[in-house]
């Protein structure tokens, strides 16, 4: 009987510790609770910023339904500055907690930001990085992105002795994307002379204007080899089939799937069009999100997960790695399958990969 008792007691004791073991531990929480969030987003005329808001809101949404965030507005001053610091302004005054804010310039703000800080809100401006003094900005790292266009390009033409005509079209003169863009491109252009500039425009990352900058350079009878482009390019493969022009020899980057689709037709036989894609993603809008609330909650970077950008801002960066090329074009075709052609391809931080930034 003593035996039968202790085999029950030590059976009791391995069911408890199995138990204990199978448990699931609780999700990490953040520490903080009901906070207010806003999303000012200068435009969302394509593809690229709706797939923003549409993540912003989706990580909101998140935080929403685990009490991390009460409220959360989006708002879209649709390219008026003047409404731009209205919305900001009425953020200000609703007592947001927290205000993501990608902007339509690097100035005429600056009141805003001020009036912010003294009441303890805090404004991350997010891939268009403000330049006022204190803040965190969040971005993806343009510079990587540029360089691994340009270094395709290079590999690309690598035999061939050149001149190589290039039409050149930049985003949005004035934004820190596409000045981070253009000092990259224009330093490797310089360090490589062979590829020359037959043609340079800014089409604000619209396909509608891309697609009419890219017929006039067609009309006009420019010849070009390699089209050096900061996205939009379902505008321009479209604008070359409909002249039925010939396609350069090689392109760069655009997170739209449409592209990718486009691409496909164009190499279903060979690679007529050599190309590459590198992320982007609209996703560094929530990834933004993601980081704020952690700060919010007190939390402190690591002390190299900030760089100090040419402004003197601190810049927390997204380092952009996902590529599609012709080698992994069919794999991004099944990726992608059931998106839309104006979906983008982004993506986000995880949990994880957002506690990592802090110590």
């Known amino acids: 009987m003593k035996r039968l008792i202790l085999l029950v007691l030590m059976l009791a004791m391995l069911i408890s510790v199995v138990a204990c073991a199978s448990t699931p531990t609780a999700a990490p929480t953040l520490g903080v609770k009901g906070l207010k969030v806003a999303s000012i987003d200068w435009t969302n005329a394509h593809g690229w910023r709706s797939t923003y808001d549409a993540q912003v809101k989706e990580v909101a949404d998140q935080y929403i339904a685990t009490g991390v965030v009460s409220k959360f507005q989006a708002l879209c001053p649709n390219q008026d500055p003047a409404l731009e610091v209205q919305?900001?302004?009425q953020c200000i005054n609703d007592g947001y907690d927290i205000i993501l804010i990608n902007a339509g310039g690097s100035s005429g703000?600056?009141?805003c930001f001020e009036q912010a800080a003294a009441k303890g809100i805090l404004v991350i401006p997010v891939d268009n990085i403000y330049p006022y003094p204190?803040?965190?900005?969040?971005?993806?790292?343009?510079?990587v992105w540029a360089q691994t266009n340009f270094d395709a390009m290079v590999a690309h033409f690598k035999d061939d002795p050149g001149p190589i005509n290039v039409v050149n079209f930049s985003g949005m003169p004035g934004t820190t994307g596409s000045g981070l863009r253009g000092d990259v491109w224009n330093a490797d252009l310089a360090a490589n002379p062979k590829f020359k500039i037959v043609y340079?425009?800014?089409h604000s990352w619209s396909d509608v204007e891309?697609?009419?900058l890219m017929s006039e350079v067609i009309a006009s009878g420019i010849k070009y080899d390699a089209i050096l482009t900061e996205e939009a390019c379902v505008g321009i493969l479209q604008a070359i089939q409909e002249a039925k022009a010939p396609y350069p020899k090689f392109m760069t980057s655009d997170e739209t799937v449409g592209y990718i689709r486009m691409l496909d037709k164009i190499n279903t036989s060979s690679t007529v069009v050599d190309f590459q894609i590198i992320e982007n993603p609209p996703?560094?809008?929530a990834s933004a999100l993601k980081l704020a609330v952690r700060m919010?909650?007190?939390k402190v970077f690591k002390d190299d997960a900030l760089r100090t950008d040419?402004?003197?801002t601190k810049v927390a960066y997204y380092t952009p790695t996902y590529t599609v090329t012709p080698k992994t074009l069919k794999d991004a075709i099944a990726k992608w399958k059931d998106a839309a052609d104006t979906d983008q391809m982004s993506t986000y931080l995880t949990d994880a990969a957002a506690d990592a930034y802090f110590k």
């Open 283 to 285: 996703g560094i809008g």
């Open 210 to 212: 891309s697609k009419k």
């Open 310 to 312: 040419s402004n003197g």
């Open 200 to 202: 340079q425009g800014a």
């Open 134 to 143: 204190g803040i965190v900005g969040v971005q993806t790292d343009q510079k």
């Open 109 to 111: 703000l600056d009141s």
């Open 87 to 89: 919305y900001f302004q």
């Open 296 to 298: 919010k909650a007190g």
